[in-house]
């Protein structure tokens, strides 16, 4: 070996080690990273959006850190023990939900929470991945595409934690649950003839929906989505300050803590539903162009792992979870942009919560299981 490759080899060899302590730690590299970014971007802009609150931030802090390592934690697990254990954790949440339906906490005119007296939480968030995981489990049993009469039965688990979710109310997350069931039966190969019958009967029950199933306050939000300009003072205020707030910023922003809306107390929830639009007021349109660079490379990241996967349940799996935060990246974007109706889904790793960010960094500890074990298990 020549001197000049002397180095070459060393540099080789230290890369070599690091993949293999990262594949022994179970990592995916390029996802953390991405990930990590969006915190950072989150916490930077949240500063912000909090009124230069220091202390919101370092709460913010302590609940990434706590998901990072739940994220970490269940990356250590097999993808056949996740699979193993996803009947149950389906089970358990189903119980919870009929819990809170019974005698649950009730907060800001909704049922949703369940008082543990050392912990509070929302059941919901538990389904969002326990509902997809419950249907991959299903579903990867028998040979694909699936039979009229499994995706029967796959819609009927689909619909009653929807529908108690629904009843809580929290409309959003039913939307998002039903969103990531769609994605394992469509990736499952559900027709989209089949999926087209399904949204038609949707839309001929639509009327019952509005009339029976829908509160005061959802249908509210429908009207003024169709028409911001119905009640510009009440329900149509929020939608008008956000539209305000993203265009003003232009194409390079008025710089950070500079924006107008936000620190004038004109965009309301700016620090957990509405934050987007603090971020498009402070750094333009070139800012979203990076963010949105960001969040797509995850969801790159997440669709590579689940084309590599090697099992059924693994891809249904990891390509539902992706999908799924892409949905909640399209809904918030499109809720505050006035594209979409007011749901009130958080922006991921940017807004300000606890429970919906250990929700979803638990679902890339899935993905980070099924990428680094199928590594280990091919060599």
């Not at 429908?222 to 009640?231: G, R």
């Not at 499109?334 to 922006?347: C, D, F, H, R």
Request: aromatic content about 12%; charged content about 10%; proline content about 5%.
């Amino acid at each position: 070996m020549s001197l000049s490759s002397q180095p070459e080899f060393a540099d080789a060899t230290r890369i070599s080690a690091g993949r293999r302590i990262l594949q022994r730690l179970h990592i995916d590299l390029p996802l953390l990273v991405g990930l990590l970014l969006l915190a950072a971007a989150g916490l930077f802009i949240l500063y912000s959006a909090g009124d230069e609150n220091l202390d919101l931030v370092i709460r913010q802090g302590l609940r990434l850190a706590l998901a990072f390592a739940v994220m970490f934690v269940i990356a250590q697990l097999s993808p056949s023990t996740i699979q193993f254990w996803s009947p149950w954790l389906f089970g358990i949440g189903l119980l919870m939900l009929v819990a809170v339906l019974i005698g649950g906490e009730i907060g800001k005119g909704a049922q949703r929470w369940l008082d543990l007296g050392v912990l509070r939480f929302q059941p919901s968030e538990i389904m969002k991945l326990a509902v997809p995981m419950m249907l991959a489990w299903y579903l990867a049993e028998a040979p694909l595409p699936p039979n009229r009469v499994r995706i029967f039965i796959a819609a009927v688990i689909l619909l009653i934690p929807t529908l108690l979710i629904a009843k809580q109310p929290d409309l959003g997350t039913a939307l998002l649950i039903a969103s990531a069931s769609i994605f394992v039966l469509w990736l499952a190969g559900l027709g989209f003839r089949l999926i087209a019958t399904v949204f038609t009967l949707f839309a001929a029950v639509t009327p019952v929906v509005w009339i029976y199933l829908l509160h005061d306050y959802q249908r509210r939000r429908v009207l003024t989505f169709l028409n911001p300009d119905i009640d510009p003072l009440g329900a149509g205020y929020h939608i008008r300050q956000s539209k305000i707030a993203i265009g003003s910023g232009g194409m390079y922003g008025k710089g950070w803590l500079n924006g107008t809306q936000s620190h004038l107390d004109f965009l309301p929830e700016r620090s957990t539903d509405f934050i987007f639009a603090v971020f498009s007021e402070e750094f333009g349109f070139l800012g979203l162009l990076i963010l949105l660079g960001l969040y797509l490379f995850v969801v790159w990241r997440g669709l590579y792992i689940s084309a590599q996967a090697q099992d059924t349940f693994c891809r249904l799996l990891a390509g539902s979870i992706t999908l799924t935060f892409f949905v909640y990246i399209f809904v918030n974007m499109g809720m505050v942009s006035g594209l979409l109706p007011v749901v009130g889904v958080p922006l991921p790793l940017l807004s300000y919560g606890g429970t919906s960010i250990v929700t979803l960094l638990a679902g890339f500890g899935i993905l980070m299981s099924i990428q680094t074990h199928r590594k280990l298990i091919s060599t």
